[in-house]
């Protein structure tokens, strides 16, 4: 325990280590021990971000669920009943991986291991066990479904072809130079809990918030742009209006560093604040303020992932991408748009070293989340599924038709996570994962330039294992012997450091618990050279329209639901994290039942009170929830934030039972925050 100090009094000693969840924060982590044994889980005050707490979820669940050998997964378990009954029998760790290749080996021999479908995400963040896997299933050829597809791909493929990538924002600390940070279809309070407490209070400028919903962030805003879901595009064309009637463009930047301002120009003198107040029901006097405290700048733009979950998400993001673009807003102090800050773009860490993207002997096999129900049901084409930090059954949309797919007694399914999930409950072989408290690993913030470790802190529950442990000895289960699927952490973790230049060794990470990437805040994107088609900003994109795109972003906007349909959002709670967590007693009590929240003008109309049971209902499902009447919501518009598990609901399903798995228009993403939904009070 390299990292163990002393710390207050006594016998005690605290291990740092760091929180590895998705989310934006990375918080420092204290783990205090006595004799060996985890007295308690919690914040480490000298952590940058975090300092010193963590956020309320991580807290209980830490101190309960994760570290409770109850409710953890201790044994690899079999199938013993029907696929769903959630009946199994413990087995040993070499009769599971041996029957795991008996079932593998003879697709991969026989040519046919793109049959085997492996879907993961980003249950645990850390670089080792969250990627370290796809060597193995990269060697073999295995069918990926591709990760990005249930969550922010859209906004990948259209940043890509504005500045050329999406993984290069801004550096968070440079906000001490900005005028205004604007954030889009974000919400820092639920998903960046120390952004919103720490960061966002600090600034020295104006804070815009644009969301549909009047989160705990926009209400500390200076400026709150309530706009109709999905009509962003809309909004973004009033403030380029205003931003250009003003004289606030600057074309000295867009003569240089931007390609096709003429094709943009031309689309903005219709886009009048009134015409945008129509549009999006943003008022047309907030539109002008919001553009005016973008313009004076320096601004930071921060476009959440919330926002380009529509099925013109595509196009929501390149249009705000337009911001920065015409006012020259990036690569200068206090300025910069951010979406991820990925460990490769911004911390040189060879992410695809991990992955064994070089291990590949066929072109790469992929499909979306939007399409592995029709997959799956294509049982000649869909052998084998194994899953591994993710809850499909929980996230992904098409509920019923998903499980009924799973259910499927030729679809050989393998399930490896910490608890038993509703995934898990349909697996033939289910295979128990270690916690990030029990190995060590490496984590860098998608946020923050930051760069830590994760250290181990205590023995791995029962006879659970690492992820990159169970595929290393599947490997060798499955007669493989290609070395990188073999390779111990330890070379990979080095290499890592050693690519970021950090100068240290991950034991000297382990005591520092979190370092800087840089000692002093960088200005990203400060050449200006993008790598676009043309090394300039595309504001009209020929990739784009080469891939069946306009060449440049269009003002549009979804109508709002007809026939008195509402449209429900359901974004990240503040008390899950995605379906993790939902298990966790105190966390449960915390979040109290499932609500929908609604304006009270719909509520009237639709004959419900607070409180009443409602039924929320389309073609692809329905779900009751309990009513919550809020003046702030927009008319028109639902709340039910996901995150539940089915099992732990008595109407076994949670808000996906609604997703019909609508995609956006780039990616292949999903659509999530356009599903529409009946309500009515519920039958008694
Ligand atoms: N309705 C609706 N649905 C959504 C969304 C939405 O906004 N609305 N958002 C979507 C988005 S953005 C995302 S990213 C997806 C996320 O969906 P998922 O990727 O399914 O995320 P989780 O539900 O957190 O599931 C992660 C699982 O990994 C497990 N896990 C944690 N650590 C480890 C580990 O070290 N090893 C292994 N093997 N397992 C581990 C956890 O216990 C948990 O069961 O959901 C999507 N679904
Ligand atoms: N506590 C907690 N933290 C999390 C997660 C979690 O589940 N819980 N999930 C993690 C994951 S996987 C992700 S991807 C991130 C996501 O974190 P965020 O990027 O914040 O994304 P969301 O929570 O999906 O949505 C953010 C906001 O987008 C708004 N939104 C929805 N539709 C529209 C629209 O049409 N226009 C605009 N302007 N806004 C819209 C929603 O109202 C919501 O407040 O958070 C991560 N952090
Ligand atoms: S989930 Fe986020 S806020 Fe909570 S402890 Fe982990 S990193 Fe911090
Ligand atoms: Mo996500």
Redesign the pocket.
């Known amino acids: 325990m390299a990292a163990a100090e002393q710390a207050e009094a006594g016998e005690r000693e605290a291990i740092r280590t760091t929180c590895?969840r998705?989310c934006y924060d990375a918080c420092g982590i204290r783990v205090l021990r006595q004799d060996g044994q985890v007295l308690r889980v919690v914040g480490d005050r000298d952590h940058p971000v975090s300092r010193g707490s963590l956020c309320g979820k991580c807290a209980l669940a830490y101190n309960g669920a994760w570290r409770d050998p109850g409710q953890r997964l201790a044994t690899p378990l079999r199938r013993a009943g029907p696929k769903g009954s959630g009946r199994f029998t413990p087995i040993s760790w070499d009769e599971a991986l041996a029957e795991i290749a008996a079932h593998l080996k003879p697709l991969v021999e026989g040519g046919r291991a793109d049959t085997i479908l492996t879907a993961?995400?980003?249950?645990?963040c850390?670089a080792l066990?969250g990627a370290f896997p796809m060597r193995f299933f990269n060697h073999i050829g295995a069918t990926e479904v591709e990760p990005d597809t249930?969550?922010?791909n859209a906004g990948h493929v259209a940043l890509g072809y504005v500045i050329g990538g999406s993984a290069k924002g801004f550096d968070p600390r440079t906000i001490a130079d900005s005028g205004c940070v604007m954030v889009w279809g974000c919400n820092p309070h639920a998903a960046a809990p120390h952004a919103h407490k720490h960061w966002l209070p600090e600034r020295p400028g104006k804070l815009v918030v644009v969301d549909p919903i009047r989160t705990p962030t926009a209400a500390m805003a200076d400026l709150h742009l309530q706009p109709r879901p999905g009509t962003d595009a809309a909004l973004a064309f009033g403030l380029l209006h205003v931003l250009h009637r003003e004289g606030l463009v600057d074309r000295a930047f867009l003569a240089e560093h931007c390609l096709g301002w003429e094709e943009l120009e031309p689309l903005l003198p219709p886009c009048t604040p009134a015409w945008t107040e129509e549009r999006t029901g943003v008022p047309a006097a907030l539109v002008e303020q919001a553009a005016r405290i973008y313009g004076a700048g320096p601004s930071m733009l921060w476009l959440g992932?919330?926002l380009q979950?529509q099925v013109r998400g595509g196009n929501i993001m390149r249009a705000c991408a337009m911001l920065p673009a015409v006012t020259g807003n990036i690569g200068k102090p206090g300025t910069g748009i951010y979406y991820l800050n990925g460990k490769g773009a911004t911390r040189n860490m060879d992410m695809d070293d991990v992955s064994g993207e070089g291990l590949r002997r066929a072109p790469r096999r992929s499909i979306s989340h939007m399409d592995l129900v029709d997959r799956l049901r294509d049982a000649e084409n869909s052998r084998a599924l194994l899953l591994?930090?993710?809850?499909?059954v929980?996230?992904?949309?098409q509920q019923a038709a998903l499980r009924q797919a799973m259910s499927s007694e030729g679809l050989f399914t393998v399930v490896?996570?910490?608890?038993a999930?509703d995934?898990a409950d349909l697996a033939d072989i289910v295979?128990p994962?270690?916690?990030?408290l029990e190995f060590d690993d490496l984590v860098a913030s998608y946020m923050h330039l930051t760069v830590s470790a994760q250290a181990k802190a205590m023995e791995p529950v029962g006879q659970a294992l690492?992820?990159q442990e169970?595929f290393r000895r599947l490997a060798r289960a499955m007669g493989l012997t290609e070395p990188a699927l073999l390779e111990e952490d330890r070379p990979i973790l080095d290499r890592l450091l050693a690519g970021s230049g950090l100068g240290i060794d991950f034991d000297r990470l382990k005591q520092a618990g979190t370092v800087p990437f840089s000692p002093e805040p960088l200005i990203l994107h400060a050449d200006l050279r993008f790598p676009t088609p043309s090394g300039r900003i595309e504001i009209a994109s020929a990739a784009a329209e080469a891939d069946g795109f306009p060449r440049v972003p269009q003002p549009e906007a979804d109508e709002p639901p007809a026939g008195g349909r509402l449209r429900l959002l359901?974004?990240?709670s503040e008390w899950h994290?995605?379906?993790?967590y939902d298990n966790e007693p105190k966390i449960d009590r915390q979040a109290g039942p499932e609500t929908l929240s609604l304006n009270p003008g719909d509520a009237a109309r639709l004959g419900i009170a607070e409180g009443q049971a409602v039924l929320a209902r389309n073609a692809t499902g329905s779900l009751s929830f309990q009513a919550r009447l809020d003046p702030w919501m927009l008319p028109g518009t639902a709340l039910a934030p996901?995150?539940r598990w089915l099992k732990r609901s008595p109407q076994g399903a949670?808000?996906?039972a609604l997703?019909p798995g609508l995609r956006s228009d780039m990616g292949e993403s999903?659509a999530?925050?356009c599903?529409e939904v009946e309500v009515l009070p519920a039958p008694a």
Not at 120 to 124: A, F, S
């Open positions: 590895p998705d993961h995400y980003t249950g645990t850390s066990a249930i969550c922010n992932q919330g979950r591994w930090n993710i809850n499909i929980a996230s992904n949309p490896i996570d910490l608890f999930t995934s295979l994962a270690a916690s990030f690492p992820n169970i359901s974004p990240a994290m995605n379906s993790s996901k995150g949670n808000v996906n997703n999903t999530v925050h599903v």
